[in-house]
């Protein structure tokens, strides 16, 4: 009798070490989510303002602001030559 006291107070106390350890982890565990949690957020938000930022890089607006920054004209017109009936080469007679 007294040995199977002994070895439900050996099991019960391997238990409670056992909970104790897996309570542990687990809040170790949780902590090093919520830290994931909030740079996932910070990510979120940096994706977010990159995005907008995209958007307004690859606008035609843009495009036209910049080009008049580096000095592009609107169009070019093409350059005609009058006659192109005429004589462009010389003949030998």
């Known amino acids: 009798m007294k040995f199977t006291k002994a070895i439900i107070a050996i099991t019960l106390l391997g238990l409670a070490a056992i909970n ?36 307004e890089v690859d606008s035609l607006s843009h495009a036209a602001s910049e080009a008049a920054i580096l000095g592009y004209t609107q169009k070019v017109e093409p350059q005609f030559l009058k006659n192109t009936t005429e004589n462009y080469a010389l003949r030998a007679n």
């Open 20 to 55: 104790i350890f897996v309570f542990v982890s687990s809040s170790r565990m949780s902590d090093q989510i919520a830290k994931y949690n909030s740079q996932v957020e910070a990510l979120s938000k940096e994706n977010m303002l990159l995005e907008a930022r995209l958007y």
